[in-house]
């Protein structure tokens, strides 16, 4: 068991381990070797203290220089589910895995395609976050699956093994998967609806009959990533020191809030490495 588990790779969780290991905690990066694909698409960044019309990619890969030269890997794995529990935490992710840590700092930015009608209120009614969590229950069944990037693809493919019929809703470009019984829809739909369960999905000119809906996104929103976070507006409520009202539950970065912005992100994973750090040494081995 690690001193925290850090949900995220982007500048907040690379922040915060840096200072974490500083300061001589353990730690766990759950994220991608990519590190942020919202830094890596940048074209130009024009206001980060020490790079002058940096590339997202440059800065990327000074990124993975410094990770490097300080022995810190990150795990490729996405997180699905954090568990509190009495004196630590659960971290189940979706390639069927489980970690825990004293503690939890959630750095995973927020959703590039935004939640839509129905869909937390079917969480675990039709709606999922983890095809080869839930895809054999729809073994001969029609699901969506809305799809936010190429990376995921594989998910897809995974539940066109199982269902019926897939209805994939690619919300990026250049879709590289054709399957007999995969249709592909290129526009965003409005609604989940249903009794008790998911039964259709709608569009602005046309509604779906399925059994099931997958949300497959790069970023699982902290609500439905850890149940009972406190949210504001969509963002993870926080302190001064970035604590949630979970005890030994952190967060920073896009997560908490606007501005969406780099310096803020590794401001916030500096400041909450530093509470995780003080947390940890009130507690007795």
Do not use: W
């Amino acid at each position: 068991m690690v001193d925290c588990m850090i949900i995220g790779s982007g500048m907040a969780g690379i922040s915060a381990a840096l200072t974490l290991q500083a300061n001589g905690k353990s730690f766990m990066i759950l994220g991608t070797d990519a590190l942020s694909e919202k830094i890596s698409k940048a074209e130009k960044i024009h206001n980060y203290p020490g790079f002058s019309d940096v590339s997202g990619q440059t800065l990327c890969d000074a990124l993975r220089a410094q990770l490097a030269a300080a022995n810190i890997t990150i795990t490729n794995e996405r997180a699905m589910g954090v568990y509190p529990l009495s004196d630590k935490f659960g971290v189940a992710t979706q390639e069927g895995n489980y970690y825990e840590g004293k503690t939890v700092l959630l750095a995973c930015g927020v959703e590039g395609v935004k939640q839509i009608d129905g869909e937390t209120e079917f969480v675990g009614s039709g709606v999922s976050y983890c095809a080869t969590c839930d895809g054999f229950l729809y073994k001969d069944k029609t699901v969506a699956v809305l799809c936010t990037s190429k990376r995921l693809e594989h998910e897809v493919a995974f539940l066109a093994g199982f269902a019926k019929k897939v209805y994939l809703i690619a919300m990026y470009k250049d879709v590289d998967i054709a399957l007999e019984n995969v249709e592909i829809i290129k526009k965003m739909p409005k609604a989940i609806v249903g009794e008790k369960r998911v039964e259709k999905i709608l569009f602005t000119d046309k509604e779906l009959s399925v059994d099931g809906v997958f949300m497959l996104r790069e970023t699982v929103s902290p609500a439905v990533l850890v149940g009972g976070v406190a949210m504001q507006d969509g963002h993870v409520e926080v302190s001064r020191d970035m604590q949630t009202n979970l005890v030994g539950c952190y967060a920073a970065g896009d997560c908490t809030g606007r501005p969406y912005q780099y310096a803020k992100a590794v401001g916030e994973g500096n400041v909450a490495a530093h509470a995780i750090s003080r947390y940890l040494s009130g507690i007795k081995e």
